[in-house]
């Protein structure tokens, strides 16, 4: 009896303290609508002939009790009608939406009191939303089950979903901060940019590296760690001649068929199939819950949630408001230090301009606040395995670099969201292990083009004796500077090499003989123009007229210069190419060839460091492989390598800090190998720490037929083709 009336006390006491909060956020939003309307001249809440104090003031209330009653009631509703919308019009359509409600229950005030201009509507329920939602939250802050409540409704949780207790097996929390690499993450944290990651190094955690595929780039590195395969993965971008389409990691349509490739040959749904969630990833480990998935955007279904992400952070309207302004201030941050980097001439450096600033903004606020949110969903929920991505360092320091001040902000802001998850987590029905990962590095450096005055495409071409632009053949190799591996020695070698391909020797002629070069020129002229892809300092070139992988012999029989201008050149580490003779070789500068069988880590690749020779050779095997792969150089000195793309911080191929992401782990796991080589090895030592759980956390067998292989994914249609293929 003694206990009933203590539940009855204590029930009693939670309601009234609801009902305080209640009164007074009331109160608080009452006030803002009262201030608001004394500074802006196109709002009010009185009468044209005037009203006493009193009266304005119950106008106030009733129009703030309405607008919170709408907020509750209605809001939620209309966001989840506009999931289809892209997330960047429905962050700006939220203003308007939330704008509308507050005219809607300014008319519900009785008399007419209330009006507004519809651009001071919108103004105005910007400012009242986030009074609100801020002064809820520091009401809650004080009581452990408000906030507890609070979390769970802002993560679109009504209540856990699992009642297990501190004695339950704990969950495992994966989080991804993309393109940070092992040394980055070893710098902030010495130099106090990450003090949360530096309390868990010190007391919890133990920091390891690991080592890339020669594809060091998301598809391939996430796709292995998901899916526990990336096989035939050569690069984020490459050309298949079987089927005549072009793969980009980041393209919906690429990434499905990249998964379900996965999926059948490994016959496993991937790291997440037993209760898992996947948010703002490639692909969706095998999750039911989705969230921000890029295989799933191509997918049609009731099954198909990617967006649902949104609606979790959404429907509040005041999580829009601080995001939009986040956003317009990350997207100044950026104007400002690219203006910066300009009037200091420093270098290297690549545009920003156009729609960058708005592209960077989305990457570092909006993607991550959804993917937290979800995040923090999926603890209050209780899941067992949650796999999240973080994209904004690795879309900053593309543009600015992997190293400084721009680069030095972000990772802040990373820190401070990881400190939020760790506090959420302790609000959650479970313990959590927190695992942090990355899946490549970045490797820093003026682009190709910068450093030598052509593309890759531009020397391809070249050597291939097809026409290029005049600035090309005007160039005077003045751009090569010693931090870049330049250097008068540099200038030599590219002029040397582009006048060769560019002005055939008549040495060449006469090896070929009169009939042998003509034939030569006429199978050229009838060939089709070479496919060249960049992926970070990773070419591919290849020839879409041949149905199957050329040999070098091949391609000098139809482009004699080819080879030798790209292996000659100053700015190109190596070549891989077929050989009829050799089964696959490897060329570099000075003449050198060696046969990919016999290939060690000295020689050629020595430079690149252990590891090299097995990457290259595993690269080699794949069926999709390109006709020439072409790595860049890298100056061990300088860590400097050259993108093919507009990239000063890049990664995709072998050089420097791009292969060598990390891995921060709990001290309680079993400690991965050492060293740890590939995504696929990280994908299970993952595995291998679900299972130290509670019994085997992921399917240990599961054989599906090739046809089977898409029940995996969470849908039900087929793939949705991208414009591509």
Not at 148 to 170: F, M, Q, V
Not at 527 to 536: N, R
Not at 563 to 584: D, K, N, Q, Y
Request: aromatic share 6%; glycine share 10%; with cysteine.
């Amino acid at each position: 009896m003694g206990d009933r009336r203590g539940h009855t006390r204590g029930r009693w006491r939670s309601a009234g303290r609801a009902l305080v909060r209640v009164v007074t956020v009331w109160a608080v939003s009452t006030l803002t609508l009262l201030v608001l309307a004394g500074l802006l001249p196109d709002f009010q809440l009185q009468s044209a002939d005037g009203d006493s104090p009193t009266t304005i003031a119950v106008t106030a209330a009733l129009g703030a009790g309405a607008f919170g009653l709408l907020g509750a009631l209605v809001w939620p509703l209309i966001v989840r009608a506009l999931l289809l919308v892209p997330a960047l019009v429905l962050g700006l359509l939220v203003f308007f939406l939330n704008g509308s409600l507050l005219l809607v229950a300014l008319w519900l005030i009785p008399d007419g009191r209330g009006t507004a201009a519809p651009e001071t509507a919108v103004l105005v329920a910007a400012v009242m939303s986030a009074v609100a939602s801020a002064t809820a939250t520091a009401l809650a802050v004080r009581d452990d089950d408000a906030y507890r409540r609070r979390l769970y409704r802002l993560a679109d949780r009504k209540r856990p979903r699992t009642s297990a207790g501190p004695e339950a097996a704990p969950g495992t929390l994966f989080l991804q901060l993309d393109g940070v690499g092992h040394r980055v993450l070893g710098d902030a944290v010495a130099d106090g940019l990450m003090p949360t990651l530096a309390d868990w190094i010190a007391t919890t955690h133990t920091l390891t590296p690991w080592r890339t595929d020669w594809s060091s780039q998301t598809g391939a590195s996430q796709l292995g760690i998901l899916h526990g395969s990336n096989e035939d993965v050569p690069a984020f971008r490459w050309y298949e001649k079987d089927t005549g389409r072009l793969m980009v990691s980041n393209r919906p349509g690429s990434a499905v068929e990249l998964q379900r490739r996965a999926v059948e040959r490994t016959g496993d749904g991937g790291l997440l199939t037993l209760d898992g969630a996947s948010r703002g990833n490639l692909f969706s480990g095998g999750a039911d819950q989705l969230a921000l998935v890029l295989s799933m955007a191509a997918r049609r279904g009731r099954r198909n949630r990617s967006r649902s992400g949104y609606f979790a952070y959404f429907s509040d309207p005041a999580n829009a408001v601080r995001t939009a302004g986040s956003f317009a201030a990350e997207a100044l941050r950026e104007m400002a230090q690219s203006t910066r980097a300009r009037l200091r001439r420093e270098t290297p450096r690549v545009s920003r301009g156009g729609l960058y600033p708005l592209v960077r903004a989305f990457a570092t606020v909006v993607e991550r606040d959804v993917v937290v949110a979800a995040v923090m969903g999926d603890l209050l929920a209780g899941r067992t395995a949650v796999y999240a991505d973080l994209v904004a360092y690795d879309e900053v320091a593309h543009h600015s670099g992997p190293h400084g001040r721009d680069t030095a902000q972000v990772l802040r802001r990373l820190d401070r969201s990881l400190a939020l998850i760790a506090k959420v987590a302790e609000h959650a029905p479970r313990p959590y292990r927190i695992v942090l990962l990355s899946d490549h590095g970045q490797s820093p450096g003026p682009t190709f083009e910068a450093a030598y005055g052509l593309t890759l495409r531009e020397l391809v071409r070249a050597g291939c004796g097809l026409p290029v632009p005049r600035r090309v053949r005007r160039t005077r190799w003045g751009h090569p500077r010693t931090e870049s591996g330049g250097g008068s020695e540099a200038r030599d070698a590219a002029r040397d090499a582009l006048r060769g391909a560019l002005h055939r020797g008549v040495d060449e002629r006469d090896e070929l003989g009169r009939e042998g070069a003509e034939a030569a020129a006429v199978a050229a002229a009838r060939a089709p123009e070479p496919v060249v892809l960049a992926s970070g300092n990773l070419g591919l070139v290849s020839f879409p007229g041949v149905p199957h992988r050329m040999t070098r012999e091949e391609i000098e029989r139809l482009h004699p210069g080819l080879l030798r201008t790209l292996a000659h050149h100053p700015g190109i580490g190596f070549l891989l190419v077929a050989s009829e003779e050799h089964g696959s070789v490897v060329l570099a500068r000075d003449g050198v060839e060696v046969p990919v069988a016999e290939l060690t880590d000295d020689g050629p690749l020595a430079v690149f460091g252990p590891g090299a020779a097995d990457a290259v050779r595993r690269t080699d095997g794949f069926p999709h492989v390109a006709d020439i792969m072409v790595n860049s150089m890298y100056d061990p000195a300088t860590g400097t390598v050259h993108a093919f793309e507009e990239q000063i911080g890049s990664h995709g191929g072998l050089g420097g800090e791009q292969g060598r992401p990390f891995l921060l782990w709990p001290r309680d796991l079993t400690p991965p190998p050492d060293p740890l080589v590939g995504a696929e090895q990280v994908h299970q030592v993952l595995r291998g720490w679900l299972r130290e759980a509670e019994g085997p956390q992921v399917p240990l067998e599961i054989s599906p037929s090739s046809g089977d292989a898409e029940a995996f994914l969470p849908v039900s249609d087929p793939a949705v083709r991208d414009k591509n293929g």
